[in-house]
């Protein structure tokens, strides 16, 4: 038990589908992540959101769209995606600034 | 833009082998964080190092961040089967925090039993 839940676990989904990735932190933290880990690169960091307002992106492609609703929740929403896409989708959260990231268990993408 | 990058990538060690891997970022840092994620796992926080020179240790495992705060290492006395996993570090560039922390790209040990 992290204190940061993500689902689902596992998703399997062809180029064409839309699906979400969710997280919830229950650590009162003020920041969320979301992490792009694959096989070949080191962890990427996507977006980042501070109170509920985005900070940072990474230029990741427009076909992933993040959304934060309040400090303990954040979406990711996957459309039309590649191949290429597939890998484990990690979020995390800590309090603003630097500092422990806490990280949830991922959400595993493959995309056909 | 900011580079880190770990070396070895790859460590296999005998069981109560010592085991080291280094950080080098391409920039000054503000910090160095340091992560364990066991296979199959998601990354677990370690420890952070915040001043130049700093040393740091927890039971069998010794952090350094270098006197120039560009790089930085890990050492584990004497390796047991629950070493086993990746070791990341992640530092943030001077002046910013974990808004832009970057991961170095890990280095995977393994325990020869």
């Known amino acids: 038990e992290t204190g940061v839940t993500q689902t689902p676990r596992h998703l399997v989904m062809g180029m064409t589908n839309k699906k979400s990735l969710k997280c919830e932190q229950h650590?009162?933290?003020?920041?969320m992540y979301w992490y792009k880990q694959s096989a070949k690169k080191p962890l990427e960091l996507m977006f980042v959101y501070s109170l509920e307002e985005r900070v940072e992106n990474n230029s990741v492609p427009s076909r992933f769209s993040p959304e934060c609703p309040n400090s303990s929740h954040l979406f990711l929403h996957l459309h039309t995606l590649q191949p290429e896409d597939s890998a484990l989708y990690l979020c995390a959260s800590s309090q603003w600034g630097a500092g422990e990231l806490f990280f949830g268990e991922g959400s595993r993408l493959t995309v056909l | 833009g900011q580079q880190v990058m770990q070396i070895p990538q790859y460590q296999h060690v005998q069981e109560g082998e010592d085991f080291t891997t280094y950080c080098n970022s391409s920039?000054?840092?503000?910090?160095i964080q340091w992560y364990k994620q066991r296979p199959g796992g998601h990354p677990v926080f370690l420890i952070q190092?915040?001043?130049?020179?700093e040393v740091k240790k927890q039971k069998r495992l010794t952090f350094q961040f270098g006197e120039a705060k560009k790089n930085s290492s890990l050492h584990i006395t004497a390796t047991q089967t629950t070493d086993v996993g990746t070791y990341f570090c992640a530092g943030s560039e001077e002046n910013f925090g974990n808004e832009k922390l970057t991961f170095g790209t890990g280095t995977r040990l393994t325990i020869i039993p």
């Open positions: 650590l009162g933290h003020n920041a």
């Open positions: 190092l915040v001043k130049s020179g």
């Open positions: 920039t000054t840092l503000s910090n």
